[in-house]
């Protein structure tokens, strides 16, 4: 187990930890441009990194933005490539140590959790209690106080060199999401808060990684101070369990109290203690304890979607692989919840026209270069 006591900062910017980071950041994305470029003289481009960071000049570069709109509307920011590299290389180094100190059922960006892990895990609790009290972060990325956040950071980490490299990498991206923040005051606050640091760009691995770390002292709240062990978490949506309403109420308060220490607000009118039979809204489905659904919004955009790649595919503008990869994609999430008749009916209603591939002509006879005879 990596302990406090093994962090230093030169040995996140030896050869071999700057190449496994290149070899993460790259993973995927070797097909775009950026990463390509970077690769076209890669050596060259990890030893000015190395440079950089051990004479701590790096700086990192300019956001692209741009915008998503499934299942919401979200403000993306990508760092350049090279940013990415020196992100994994951080995330190598100290991950470990704040990971060992993250309760079980914090499901979000973690080796092993996941997506399909936290839904079995709300499906086992609800088979379990007869009530089930789910809440969410309102803004979650672009609420997050940078100032809470190292203080939880610094709290674990103590290498100054290490610290300064997480103030280069949250300075880069603290007007990322400003537009995305409603500003709200708490208890001792003054005029000048409406300056203070916040906001985690949405797709910077750092910011999901820092995400678990900013919220692991309050799922440690909710499990000893409050007594709740049927209570899990992925990202800023959580839900708590029990056979008692009485009790779920009384620990809603509880939370929005103890959030507002972390600057952080919940939709409070969504946060309802509902019945586990009813069904519970979780991660793009409806968790019953005998069954789970597709949410419908998820049916409709994923319909949409398959009705622009067929037209896409159909005019010869994409290639089947490229449609078949997004159709099994869908196909490979949704069949976690009982989808077969609904899988099945979306694909009768929408069948794919095939078109043959472009075929290269051939020679019809072998053509062969002829054999120069040599001179005497």
């Known amino acids: 187990m990596t302990i406090s006591s093994d962090i230093v900062f030169p040995s996140l910017y030896k050869w071999d930890k700057l190449w496994l980071a290149y070899r993460k950041a790259a993973t995927g994305k070797r097909g775009h441009l950026p990463a390509a470029q970077f690769e076209h003289h890669v050596a060259d481009h990890l030893i000015e990194l190395q440079t950089e960071l051990q004479a701590q000049t790096y700086q990192p570069g300019a956001y692209h933005h741009f915008f998503i709109h499934e299942p919401k509307r979200r403000k993306i920011s990508a760092a350049p490539f090279r940013d990415r590299v020196v992100h994994h290389a951080l995330c190598n180094l100290i991950e470990p140590i704040f990971d060992a100190r993250f309760i079980t059922d914090s499901y979000a960006n973690r080796l092993g959790k996941g997506t399909h892990a936290a839904i079995d895990c709300l499906q086992g609790f609800s088979r379990r209690y007869r009530y089930v009290l789910r809440m969410d972060i309102v803004k979650h990325f672009p609420s997050l106080d940078h100032a809470v956040l190292m203080d939880e950071i610094s709290g674990v980490i103590h290498d100054s060199d290490v610290l300064w490299l997480v103030r280069q990498i949250l300075d880069s991206g603290k007007d990322a999401l400003s537009e ?151 196909v490979n999430h949704v069949r976690y919840a009982d989808t077969w008749g609904l899988r099945g009916h979306i694909f009768n209603q929408h069948p794919i026209k095939f078109r043959p591939e472009t075929e290269q002509p051939t020679p019809s006879k072998p053509i062969y270069r002829k054999r120069k005879k040599p001179k005497n």
């Open 180 to 330: 995305e923040y409603p500003m709200v005051y708490f208890r001792g606050d003054d005029l000048f808060s409406v300056n203070r640091p916040r906001g985690l760009p949405i797709g910077n691995l750092t910011s999901q990684f820092w995400s678990n770390v900013y919220m692991n002292p309050f799922d440690w709240f909710v499990k000893r101070e409050l007594g709740c062990h049927a209570y899990l978490r992925y990202v800023d949506d959580f839900a708590l369990f029990s056979d008692d309403k009485t009790q779920l109420y009384a620990w809603k308060q509880a939370i929005i109290t103890r959030l507002e220490h972390l600057r952080l607000t919940i939709h409070e009118r969504e946060a309802q203690v509902l019945p586990t039979q009813d069904g519970i809204p979780w991660l793009g489905f409806v968790v019953y304890p005998t069954h789970r659904r597709l949410k419908r919004r998820n049916t409709v955009n994923f319909t949409r979607r398959l009705e622009h790649n067929i037209n896409l595919y159909e005019a010869g503008d994409i290639s089947f692989a490229e449609l078949d990869a997004s159709v099994k994609g869908w």
